[in-house]
C-alpha cells in the first residue's frame, strides 16, 4: 500500500465522450504526476502538478488536462476520447520539499474506450 | 529527447539470478530507478541510484555508471513471485522517463 488511491478504478467510455479521473496522494506529498500505459509499453508522463499549478508537460495534447486542489489531490480530465486513450492511467505522488526522490504510484485506473 | 533501452523478456529458473540491463539517453539526469509491475497492477519501487555504484537491497542489487549511461537491476535466488515486468525509469527535471519494461519469467 503506497496512500496514493487513484477512482475509479476501471471505466468504460465511448469514443468521443469526455472523462475525470480522480487521485488522491499520499499524506504530506505536494506534488502528483499522471502517467499513461498503454499494454505492454512503459508509463509516458502526460504532466505534473505541483502547489496547483501545471508543472511540466509530456507530448499529449491539449484535451488532456488536469487539475490539483489545496488538499493536494488531483483530477485527469481527458476530453473527445479517442480509442487510442485505452490504456491505464496511473497517479504518482511525492514531495519536491525534501528533494524527494521517489514517487508513490497508485493502483491506477483502467480506461477502455469504445 | 529521451531514450532507454532495456530488453523485453527475460526467462530464469527458481533460485537462479538475473540481470535486467538498461541503457539511457537523457537530456537530464537525476538518478535512476527500478520499479516492479505486476499485471494489472501499480509500479512499485526497488531501488534508486543517483551515484555510480552498486546499491543493495536484499536479494535485489543495482548499478549505476553515468558515464556510461548503463544501469543493471540483479535478482538473486529468484522465486515465482518475482515473476512481473520490470522497468527502468530516468528522472529529469521533474518527470520519470520509462522504458517499455522487461517481462521477466520464472519458471520451476
Known sequence: ETGVTQSPTHLIKTRGQQVTLRCSSQSGHNTVSWYQQALGQGPQFIFQYYREEENGRGNFPPRFSGLQFPNYSSELNVNALELDDSALYLCASSDNRQGNTEAFFGQGTRLTVV | ?108
Open chain 2, 1 to 108: 529527447g529521451q531514450n532507454i533501452d532495456q530488453p523485453t523478456e527475460m526467462t530464469a529458473t527458481e533460485g537462479a539470478i538475473v540481470q535486467i540491463n538498461c541503457t539511457y539517453q537523457t537530456s537530464g539526469f537525476n538518478g535512476l530507478f527500478w520499479y516492479q509491475q505486476h499485471a494489472g497492477e501499480a509500479p512499485t519501487f526497488l531501488s534508486y541510484n543517483v551515484l555510480d555504484g552498486l546499491e543493495e537491497k536484499g536479494r535485489f542489487s543495482s548499478f549505476l555508471s553515468r558515464s556510461k549511461g548503463y544501469s543493471y537491476l540483479l535478482l538473486k535466488e529468484l522465486q515465482m513471485k518475482d515473476s512481473a515486468s520490470y522497468l527502468c525509469a530516468v528522472k529529469g527535471d521533474y518527470k520519470l522517463s520509462f522504458g517499455a519494461g522487461t517481462t521477466v519469467t520464472v519458471r520451476a
